[in-house]
């Protein structure tokens, strides 16, 4: 097993400790790897994200293969403790036994069977198979379980000056610690990158303005179960109706805060980014709840950290890219992003993937006709996704998603199991618009000729940091190359630029803690990469 898998599974101290406590001789008599690995579950899955949500069960998180066996070696294991029943006896040693507990699944002379946990509730199987790439089972906390982890946050939150007991990883060790030994909060194991290529694994967090923003949560929340709905729809008399309240509210909380409240912070007094962004969409009893989760496990963290820090480990997926574990951050909302790193600034590279595709095929020469759609999506593609959601009926969100999905190499298509599927909700007529649609017909199509040139027939690729993949399928294998890209430029960014100033890593974007220049960032990526990107800037 590769060492950075359980060196950066981080929980917090007390959470073991409570569980310890709440679900007592059950819990405790358990391996210490088995009883850090239902931590890990119940701190990364309570509260739902777009990280960790089941595509098909809404209600439900997912846990692939290799999540499961991080912490219980196979999921076979996993099964018997959590659903079918196990049997526990003491480690046997060379002259005798040992005091150290050994799991097995199956009934061996002298150890006894206990009966399943039942903390984790399988709520969709993963259909065709969990060994299926991408297929992963659905699963829900249980009751008991959700209950603890309630309290436990009540706990928290109401001693937030309490002791820091830190945050740990499955050796007890810090996060602090095990960082340095990576190089900083990124671990990788994949893409050959130098270690010092890295940013720091502490994050200043603003904790006035996450509660500010949990505040103008609770109204919503309120006004949500005040009126028995579980969704108020965006424009309609009633969502104007909590957005009167949520302003009201929002602006008696700024004038009630003193001069002592904001030293030390940044705070933008003429926009609120974190009400701006929860008012571009619907308000749902579901959304609101995610985000009051959001915000007070970053306050926990903090807690558990303290100065005002959470701890953001990034690891590698296939392709490169950095994700978070848990989602910290990168994975919230943007509201609650918004509100974490309020006074950051954001460096966005402007239509990356789109743009780094045009320029691979202009070094090969190569030039269709299909390819104008590309550039034409490049130059202006805010007025493009506005025309595309008027033509299609639906909204700028919907647009830009389906032109991600199709980026990426989903096929349009109007059959259950594709992402375009999914994107539409179901609905026949609105997928009958955008698979037959002139535009998007002509932009997959660039994606197909795009994958003749540059993947061909190769049998393997290997992108720009040095990731080597079969090519199975032809338009996974384009995202293998332009994620790869996409890669190479965040890493020549993170090694020109300050570490300490820069607060976090969102796949095709940085953000900063201070002002940086667009047109500097883009000189350096020229000069290393070749490429010619624009950076757009936005202030949180």
């Known amino acids: 097993m590769k060492r950075q898998i359980l060196d950066n599974e981080n929980i917090p101290r007390s959470l073991l400790n409570e569980a310890r406590e709440v679900l007592g001789e059950e819990f405790c008599r358990l391996t210490h790897r088995y009883q850090v690995g239902y931590i890990d579950i119940f701190w990364n899955n309570y509260g739902l994200n777009r990280s960790n949500r089941h595509s098909k ?6 846990m692939s293969r290799e999540y499961v066996t991080r912490f219980f070696s196979d999921q076979k294991n996993f099964r018997a403790v959590n659903n079918n029943g196990y049997y526990l006896g003491l480690k046997g040693v060379r002259l005798g036994s040992s005091n150290k507990v050994s799991f097995s699944r199956k009934h061996k002379e002298g150890y006894t069977r206990y009966e399943p946990t039942n903390w984790v509730l399988l709520t969709c199987p993963a259909h065709g198979g969990e060994n299926v790439v991408g297929r992963h089972a659905g699963y829900q906390l249980a009751p008991k379980v959700v209950e603890m982890m309630e309290n436990w946050l009540i706990k928290q939150l109401a001693d937030e000056d309490g002791e820091a007991q830190g945050v740990i ?39 006035m303005t996450l509660r500010r923003h949990k505040e103008q949560l609770e109204v919503v929340k309120n006004y949500l179960e005040e009126h028995r709905l579980e969704t108020l729809v965006k424009g309609s008399k009633e969502w104007l109706k909590a957005k009167t309240k949520l302003d009201e509210s929002s602006f008696s909380n700024l004038e009630a805060l003193t ?49 005002s820090k959470v701890n953001v480990n990034y690891y590698e997926v296939s392709t490169g890219r950095y994700h978070t574990k848990g989602a910290i951050l990168q994975g919230y909302n943007k509201s609650v992003r918004y509100a974490a790193l309020s006074g950051c600034y954001e460096y966005d590279l402007e239509a990356a993937h789109q743009n780094i595709l045009v320029q691979l095929l202009d070094k090969e020469g190569a030039s269709f006709e299909e390819l104008d759609v ?48 999914d994107t539409c909700n179901g609905d026949e007529q609105l997928i009958e618009r955008v698979i037959t649609h002139h535009w998007l017909k002509a932009y997959s199509s660039t994606f197909t000729i795009a994958n ?89």
């Open 259 to 307: 001069d002592s409240d904001l030293v030390g912070v940044k705070v933008n007094n003429t926009k609120d980014k974190p009400l701006e962004s929860l008012s571009m969409k619907d308000f749902t009893k579901d959304g609101i709840q995610q985000r009051i989760i959001q915000i007070d496990k970053l306050l926990v963290i903090s807690k558990h950290i303290g100065n």
């Open 57 to 62: 069960c809404l209600d439900s998180f997912k």
């Open 452 to 540: 003749k040139i540059l993947v061909g027939r190769k049998r393997k690729i290997t992108n720009a940091v040095g990731i080597k993949v079969d090519v199975d399928n032809k338009r996974s294998a384009l995202a293998h190359i332009l994620q790869g890209c996409e890669r190479q430029i965040l890493d020549t960014v993170i090694a020109h630029c300050n570490r300490k100033d820069m607060a976090l890593l969102l796949h095709d974007c940085i953000v900063f803690y201070n002002k940086q220049s667009p047109e500097e960032l883009s000189l350096i990526v020229r000069k290393e990469t070749g490429f010619s990107l624009l950076f757009s800037e936005e202030k949180y």
């Open 374 to 421: 590309v550039r034409e999506y490049i130059s202006n593609k805010v007025e493009i996704r506005k025309r595309l959601a008027k033509e299609l009926n639906t909204s700028v969100a919907i647009v830009k998603t389906i032109i991600q999905e199709l980026t990426y190499g989903a096929r349009l298509s109007r059959y259950k199991g594709v992402a375009i599927y």
């Open 169 to 207: 990883n499955l050796n007890g060790d810090r996060v602090e610690v095990v960082a340095k030994g990576y190089g900083g909060g990124i671990a990788r194991d994949v893409s050959k990158v130098r270690s010092k290529v890295n940013v720091e694994v502490l994050v200043k967090i603003n904790k």
